[in-house]
Each structure stands twice: as C-alpha cells, then as structure tokens.
T-cell receptor, first 115, second 112 residues
Framework: GNSVTQMEGPVTLSEEAFLTINCTYT??????LFWYVQYPGEGLQLLLK?????DKGSNKGFEATYRKETTSFHLEKGSVQVSDSAVYFC??????????????FGEGTQLTVNP | DGGITQSPKYLFRKEGQNVTLSCEQN?????MYWYRQDPGQGLRLIYY???????QKGDIAEGYSVSREKKESFPLTVTSAQKNPTAFYLC???????????FGPGTRLTVT
C-alpha cells in the first residue's frame, strides 16, 4: 500500500534560517505529491503540489521537487519567518489506486521559528 | 467567496449521545471527505463520497455514519458506538477523485 514518511519533529529554527523537512513515500502507481500546512486550531491549507517526476512545486517561498529516483518530496525554504510556525504535512494521492480516492498523509512536522 | 464551512467550531456532548457535524461546500466539488485528527498525529480518513448518494468507508469508519443527499453537503454523525470520539474533525472536498483536497476549518468535539 501507499505510505508517507516525514522527518520527526519538532523542528526549531531562528528567523531567516534555511528550512528542510524531509518526506519520502512508497506508492504502487504514479502519485501526485502535496505539502499542506496547518496553523494552530485551523484546518489544512494546500501549500504546494507536484503531479509528475521532476516537477517543482512552489508557493510563498517554499519549494519541493518530485524526485522519483529517490521517492522523495522534501520541503525547503531559504529564509523562514516567525509566521511560518505551523505543522507541515506531506501527502500523496495515487492516480492508479483502485480502492477509491484518498490522500495518504505523513505524521506531520511541527515547525517553530523563533525571532 | 467559495469555500468549505464546518459548524460549529467547538462542540461539547455527554457520553452516550449521538452528535452530527456539519460540512458544506460551495466550490461545486464532486468529492467530499471526513478526517479525524488526534493531538500530535496525522489525519485518518473516516468516510468519503465521490458522488451524491454514494459514500465509502475509510480507515476508521466504525462508530460513524454519513449521508450525501446533496452535492454541497456531507454531514458526519458520531454515534454512541464510537469509543473515543473526542478529537478534531476535518472535512475536505476536491473537484475530482484524484485532485488535491481543500479543507474546512474543523470542528473540535469534546465528549465527557
């Protein structure tokens, strides 16, 4: 079956530091990959996505590249801000999954950015 | 403004009572989903629906029920059979089955 593994948190950084949150996946077909962000007490917001190998998703300074050879989709940002403090979820949906539509989520990584 | 609304934001119930959580979307999306989130954990799929009058069980459907009588509405009932119902419940929708999902703000249910 499908699975997503994220680096364990929590991650604590100082403002303007470089961020990497690792995400690797296992999928039987040709997945689309997503990063979602959840601020305290809120629902999830789609941050970025990539639908095929070598695609780069980007939004609000965050980037992630779909690497089929390493089955990875690591999230990066060059300079984090305090407002980036949130929980980040990596997820996939498999275009060939026949059991129905679903997103498979990682466990989430809590990021705290200190001023 | 298009979006997904969940109400109420906070809900309190006594043990043994059924409770229904509301989810409405005006995005004209075909598919809708219910997830449960426990503290410090990822999301687990309860039920999903790809079209009106049809829905499928997710990974943790026991103790829950849903209906999909209208395209824009997908209410979730947490029954007294759910052994540990206190959690944060998230509703989502997507335009097609394998597209990205868009989430509502969530309902935090506390059962005592």
């Amino acid at each position: 079956g499908n699975s997503v593994t994220q680096m364990e948190g929590p991650v604590t950084l100082s403002e303007e530091a470089f961020l990497t949150i690792n995400c690797t996946y296992t999928a039987t077909g040709y997945p689309s990959l997503f990063w979602y962000v959840q601020y305290p007490g809120e629902g999830l917001q789609l941050l970025l996505k990539a639908t095929k190998a070598d695609d780069k998703g980007s939004n609000k300074g965050f980037e992630a590249t779909y690497r089929k050879e390493t089955t990875s989709f690591h999230l990066e940002k060059g300079s984090v801000q305090v407002s980036d403090s949130a929980v980040y979820f990596c997820a996939l949906t498999d275009l060939k999954e026949t059991s129905g539509s679903r997103l498979t989520f990682g466990e989430g990584t809590q990021l705290t950015v200190n001023p | 403004d298009g979006g997904i609304t969940q109400s109420p934001k906070y809900l309190f119930r006594k043990e043994g009572q059924n409770v229904t959580l509301s989810c409405e979307q005006n995005l004209n999306h075909d598919a809708m989903y219910w997830y449960r989130q426990d503290p410090g954990q990822g999301l687990r799929l309860i039920y999903y629906s790809q079209i009106v009058n049809d829905f499928q069980k997710g990974d943790i459907a026991e103790g829950y029920s849903v209906s999909r009588e209208k395209k824009e509405s997908f209410p979730l009932t947490v029954t007294s059979a759910q052994k540990n119902p206190t959690a944060f419940y998230l509703c989502a929708s997507s335009p097609r089955t394998y597209y990205e999902q868009y989430f509502g703000p969530g309902t935090r249910l506390t059962v005592t």
